[in-house]
Structures are given as C-alpha cells and as structure tokens.
C-alpha cells in the first residue's frame, strides 16, 4: 500500500529551525514529484517547496526562498525540508504528497496524488 509518513514538525521561536522528513512506501520518489505543501488556518493550502529527482528541478515559494530547502535520499526514500530563520508566519500543518513523474508537474495541491497526514510546524513570537 502506498503510505506518505512525515515526522520533524514541532514548536519553534522566531528565528528557529526544523527538518521536516517524508518517509514513503509503496513507491520510490526518484520517479516521482513530491513536495511539501502547507495549510495555515483559516487559508488555502498552497505548495512550500518540491522535488523532481528525475530532472533536477525544485520549486520554492516565493516566500520561503533563501530560508527552506528541499532535498531527497534515495536510498532512505526520504525526502526532507529544512526550514530556517523560522517566522510566524510560517505557521500550519505541513504536508507531504506525491505523483508519478510527468513533464508537465506543477507544485500544486491539486497536482498530486498521494499525500500524508501532515505534520504541525509552530512558530512563536
């Protein structure tokens, strides 16, 4: 059974940092894109920042660039998100999820097929 598991998430200061790991079963993520996606509340859930293996290509919100960074290990078929000077903003549950490579892939919530349980990152003041 294809299974998403993502572990790291917790509470944090300003400024703090956290690794966020996505462990998968099931499939390999060097022939898929995955990524970490996150949903604060009361607001949509949108793409932080994914992963391509196959091609070389990761995706960084504009809001997250310079501070996170997304990295895989293929032989622990993980895929993790370090995430750096920490803001408040950042706060909410973040996701991972999955889908079978294909050109045309998009860092998008709609864009993908499998997804975890999602972790909860918290940033304080």
């Known amino acids: 059974e294809v299974q998403i598991v993502e572990s790291g998430g917790g509470w944090v200061q300003a400024g703090g940092s956290l690794r966020l790991s996505c462990a998968a079963s099931g499939f390999t993520f060097d022939g898929y894109v995955s990524g970490w996606f996150r949903q604060a509340p009361g607001k949509e859930r949108e793409g932080v920042s994914c992963?391509?293996?196959?091609?070389?290509?990761?995706y960084y919100a504009d809001s997250v660039k310079g501070r996170f960074t997304i990295s895989s290990d293929n032989a622990k078929n993980t895929v993790y998100l370090q995430m750096n000077s920490l803001k408040p903003e950042d706060t909410a549950v973040y996701y991972c999820a999955a889908v079978p490579f294909n050109i045309g892939a998009v860092c998008h919530p709609d864009a993908m097929d499998y997804w975890g349980r999602g972790t909860l990152v918290t940033v304080s003041l």
């Open positions: 992963i391509s293996p196959r091609d070389g290509r990761t």
